[in-house]
């Protein structure tokens, strides 16, 4: 710490007294040669009364002639003239006058010479060849010597930053020798299949002639593939931690510079640097900023980041062995690496890290509810259940937004109600304030009772979670639904069943109200809507189209027909095709939510009327005010309606 103080102090000085010679040279360089008229006159202010006037050379020489003049200093060469003069017009009083001789009058020293004046000429100033050879020469050595000297202490430069230009081409990599990032395999839960590859390299490197008595090699890379929040950086620090191996950490973006060359050399640097610390473990995260695949610039030109690819590749698996130095790179992009960077030798595994499931849910709170006093009503199950789709990292925040809620209420521990408005919070948005008992909360709770008896009845839908007029968010209110379980595969079925429940709110509205009465709250619900229908067609081959991929899942490229990869690009008439199916699956599923609404007509009324008394009705209580009017099919069984005039629908 002294000696970080004593080099910053150094560097200050240096800098001070840098600047000082600069200044001190434009000074000088200025001063070379000539005096301008205001030195002059500040020199006879020096040495010379006040000047208090300026007079043409014309009257001067009427004042020469006229016998007022008494003394006159000559300056720069005769080209400027300070007079001392007393006129009668003034009183006889001193005056001191500031005159410009013109070019030419060289008889002027011949008449002061006539008149008897007192005169001095001053000649201009002569540089010393001293001052003249420390200002030319000297001082920009001194200037040159100190830069030097400050991009050569590097680790000095910027605050202690390292990044100074002299250091452009050193890894930037954060190196620990023996790292203590607080995180083992134990703090690790949800993705045990991915935890159990990074046991294996830990005892590799612990015990490696286990493994390389039946000639196993280590792996040279492993590549964590999965969504955001999923937990790839923090198998990282739990591998650096147990491993207790040395350790270097980079994030991708830190290779490529503006500068071309720039990112090959920090590669170079980083895996010199690793190879004379093996066995040791090289973490890049975001690879995909460096690994994304070649040819994919402007003008497929090989540019900086291609260059860092290749130096990357070569450094990897080239003529040069890098034993013992193990690459762990994490990405979410894993569909735009390079193919030569994912082949083995290279990246040896790939290890998907995907999203938890319910079992892994609950084990990921566990582990952050250990440092938390939860309330005995919390059920780190039920709340598991609730928030299928959830990262690790969502479920964390979810407990630390419950904490933070129960320090706001002043409590001691955190209850139920802490962690189900954290969320609520979380999955909807913040809560807004209650809206007034007008008509257009009437008509949301319609709306939104609607929502919750359509996913009621229907056997392939949730179940209702709770109904509720709190906004959150945009939305005015919000009707959620609880899965028993992970739904990774769906059939068709339930997708019909979603598709109907969306539109179980608009069919509320209609069946009430009537077709006047018909919102526009309903916008987003017809979009997807219109969505799922499209990609029941499109994608899942669900229609009488037949079982064909129209478009690709993740770009929404054409398979059929055409060079363009647009969405429009059909062959023939499949376009219209696809519009016809998608009318077809929305107007059939229309009807079942309106034949739903008049089935129940007589209970929607009494759930609105609690609502609007409540603001929130959960789910168990709103089956049981439905089960009072309307027999709540098996879950096991097709609902049928009175009207059926349609097929059935589950």
């Avoid at 007294?17 to 434009?26: D, K, P």
């Avoid at 492993?222 to 923090?234: C, N, Q, R, S």
């Amino acid at each position: 710490m002294n000696n970080n103080l004593f080099s910053i102090i150094r560097n200050l000085l240096l800098g001070v007294l840098l600047l000082s010679g600069i200044s001190l040279g434009i000074k000088k360089f200025d001063l070379v040669g000539f005096q301008s008229p205001e030195n002059i006159r500040n020199t006879a202010q020096l040495n010379q009364n006040v000047v208090s006037s300026r007079m043409t050379y014309g009257r001067f020489l009427e004042y020469l002639e006229m016998g007022w003049v008494k003394q006159v200093d000559l300056y720069e060469n005769s080209r400027n003239a300070i007079v001392q003069a007393s006129s009668p017009e003034l009183g006889n009083r001193p005056q001191t006058i500031r005159v410009e001789i013109p070019v030419g009058a060289s008889q002027l020293i011949q008449k002061l010479k006539e008149y008897n004046i007192d005169f001095d000429a001053h000649p201009t100033e002569q540089k010393n060849l001293f001052v003249s050879i420390a200002s030319n020469i000297l001082l920009p050595v001194i200037f040159i010597t100190g830069l030097v000297y400050l991009f050569q202490n590097s680790e000095n430069f910027g605050g202690g930053s390292g990044q100074s230009p002299m250091s452009l081409g050193k890894s930037t990599a954060r190196f620990e020798r023996r790292p203590d990032t607080g995180v083992n395999f134990k703090d690790i839960a949800g993705i045990d299949e991915a935890k159990s590859e990074f046991e294996e390299i830990v005892s590799f490197l612990k015990e490696p002639d286990k493994y390389t008595i039946v000639g196993a090699k280590i792996p040279k890379g492993i590549l964590l593939v999965g969504p955001p929040g999923t937990g790839k950086t923090l198998l990282a620090k739990a591998i650096a931690n147990e491993a207790d191996v040395p350790f270097f950490s980079v994030a991708g973006s830190e290779f490529v510079e503006m500068f071309i060359g720039i990112g090959a050399a920090r590669v170079r640097d980083l895996f010199k640097k690793a190879s004379e610390n093996a066995p040791c473990i090289v973490f890049i995260d975001e690879i995909d900023a460096v690994g994304r695949e070649r040819g994919a610039g402007v003008g497929g030109g090989n540019d900086e980041r291609e260059q860092t690819l290749n130096q990357l590749l070569t450094e990897m698996d080239g003529f040069k062995e890098n034993k013992g130095v193990i690459v762990v790179g994490a990405t979410n992009r894993a569909d735009i690496l390079d193919a030569a960077l994912l082949r083995p030798g290279r990246f040896d595994r790939q290890v998907t890290v995907n999203l938890p499931d319910r079992l892994g849910r609950v084990g990921i709170l566990k582990v952050h509810a250990r440092n938390k006093p939860l309330g005995d009503d919390v059920s780190l199950v039920q709340l598991a259940n609730r928030t299928p789709g959830f990262s690790g990292a969502d479920l964390a925040n979810l407990l630390n937004e419950a904490a933070i809620l129960a320090t706001r209420y002043k409590k001691s521990s955190i209850t139920k109600n802490e962690v189900n408005e954290a969320a609520d919070r979380i999955i909807g948005g913040i809560a807004g304030a209650p809206m007034e008992d007008t008509k257009n909360k009437r008509l949301i709770a319609y709306h939104e009772v609607g929502h919750a008896i359509a996913g009621s009845v229907l056997k392939s839908h949730d179940e209702v979670e709770k109904v509720t007029l709190t906004p959150r968010g945009a939305a005015k209110g919000l009707t959620w639904f609880t899965p028993e379980e992970d739904q990774s595969l769906l059939s068709r079925s339930a997708l019909l069943a979603r598709i109907i429940t969306t539109l179980g709110g608009r069919a509320a509205e209609q069946v009430v109200f009537g077709d006047p009465e018909i919102t526009t709250g309903a916008s987003s619900d017809l979009q997807q809507v219109t969505n799922l229908a499209r990609q029941m067609v499109t994608r899942f081959g669900m229609s009488n189209i037949g079982p064909m991929a129209l478009e690709d899942e993740n770009t929404g490229q054409v398979f059929l027909g055409g060079m363009s990869a647009g969405s429009d690009s059909y062959a023939e008439n499949i376009a219209d095709r696809i519009d016809d199916e998608v009318c077809k699956i929305v107007n059939y599923c229309e009807q079942k939510a309106i034949e739903i609404m008049q089935d129940n007509r007589v209970v929607i009324d009494l759930i609105v009327e609690k609502l609007l008394d409540e603001e929130t009705i959960d789910g168990d209580q709103f089956r049981e005010l439905l089960s009072t009017y309307t027999v709540l099919p098996n879950k096991n069984a097709p609902y049928i309606s009175k009207f059926d005039s349609l097929s059935p629908v589950n």
